[in-house]
């Protein structure tokens, strides 16, 4: 190879290497690497080929313009890969892509105005944790609830405002979700002022690219005495005149079902060691999971004093199901309820009436016995039910 070609190739491999940075920005190692290696070989070719004993000058040296030759080549191949997308597009391509990505962004700057408003339009607050979980980003809302002076503080900070009961158990329910569990509601108090103020979190997990972030809604819970609770799940239960009604339709329907009458014995001791709010708290997540397990229809579930309600059972496989779980004494009856860090054991007394739609026993009879049920079951210390008719 003569020397003006040597130097030349020479030249051209490193202007590969600047060109390919500076078009692209970015510097591929395995790239530099191969032209320290090439220049490397080279000048052990050309100056210290007496180092290399087993073979001999001239066949050094000619390996080295092949080796040069190759990586030229190398380079090359791959530079030409970089540009080949962009080779054939004309003006009118560019101005259509250009139209894309304009309509790329308007799209993704309305979404981001669709959510900005969206948070504004929401009663309940909302908290965004990070990857790391250890800081926290607080909407408008939930700053006005906490009196933070500002939207971003850290998870220590928030702790800080959690009633000092309720500190563990908050911190468990946060560090424990994750991809298979990635849903956790709990009730925690915040401390505001020397006094506390009782609050529902409800939080999703969701991942982007490698990482996994957490965006909840905060409530506040502004629990009153009976009858005048803000708990959804109790407030909206019907009353007693309600059972009136729809058990007259049933008996006029001539239809079988269970009418069970439930009074939740320790809740007076609850609201006594922990407070009245408290016990509403119990009280609705109690009922929540009985309408689940025996009453998911609609006006099923009624009211009748401020710890006594009625179930409407009509499915005999449920009855069945909370017939086996009063003779067990098990975990659907009598429910563990954790509310923030307070863990109790929610039981109850229940008499159960069986309708028999043939017979003439008028609605205020049905429910007078129901009620001469449950005494029964309250006055009876070696079970905690009673059933009529069954």
């Not at 309720?166 to 509601?185: C, F, M, R």
């Not at 009620?371 to 029964?376: G, S, V």
Request: proline share 2%; no cysteine.
């Amino acid at each position: 190879m003569s020397d003006w070609l040597f130097y030349a190739s020479v030249i051209i491999l490193m202007l590969l290497l600047v060109f390919s940075s500076i078009i692209y920005r970015k510097l591929r190692l395995w790239k530099l690497f191969l032209l320290l290696s090439t220049y490397a070989f080279l000048v052990i070719a050309r100056y210290f080929s007496d180092l290399i004993i087993f073979i001999d000058k001239d066949s050094l040296m000619e390996y080295s313009e092949y080796f040069l030759y190759f990586a030229i080549i190398v380079l090359a191949i791959n530079f030409k890969s970089k540009i080949r997308i962009t080779q054939n597009l004309t003006d009118y391509d560019f101005f259509e892509l250009e139209k894309e990505l304009d309509s790329i962004k308007d799209a993704s700057e309305l979404l981001r105005k669709r959510f900005i408003y969206t948070i504004g339009l929401l009663e309940e607050g909302l908290i965004f944790y990070d990857e790391t979980m250890e800081n926290l980003f607080l909407t408008e809302e939930v700053v006005k609830i906490t009196g933070f002076k500002k939207p971003e503080i850290t998870l220590d900070e928030y702790k800080g405002m959690i009633h000092k009961d309720d500190q563990n158990a908050y911190l468990h329910n946060i560090k424990k979700i994750n991809k298979k569990v990635p849903e956790l509601t709990h009730k925690y108090r915040l401390t505001i002022n020397d006094s506390y103020t009782w609050i529902e979190e409800k939080g999703r997990m969701f991942s982007h690219g490698k990482n996994s972030y957490l965006i909840s809604t905060v409530k506040k819970l502004d629990i009153r005495l009976f009858p005048s609770t803000s708990i959804e799940i109790i407030h909206s239960l019907p009353s007693e005149d309600d059972l009136i009604k729809v058990l007259s339709q049933y008996r006029k329907d001539k239809r079988t079902f269970y009418l069970t009458m439930m009074h939740l014995t320790n809740i007076p001791d609850i609201n006594k060691r922990f407070g009245r709010d408290v016990g509403n708290l119990m009280i609705a997540e109690y009922i929540k999971q009985m309408k689940y397990h025996f009453a998911r229809e609609n006006n099923t579930v009624f009211r009748i004093s401020g710890i006594q309600f009625a179930i409407i059972i009509e499915e005999e496989q449920k009855y069945n199901n909370l017939h086996r779980a009063l003779v067990s004494g098990g975990d659907l009856i009598n429910v563990r309820i954790n509310i923030g860090g307070i863990l109790q054991v929610v039981y109850p007394n229940i008499g159960i009436l069986k309708n028999n739609p043939w017979d003439n026993t008028d609605v205020s009879e049905l429910i007078s016995l129901s009620n001469k049920a449950l005494e029964e079951a309250i006055r009876n210390n070696k079970q905690n039910y009673s059933i009529f008719g069954g």
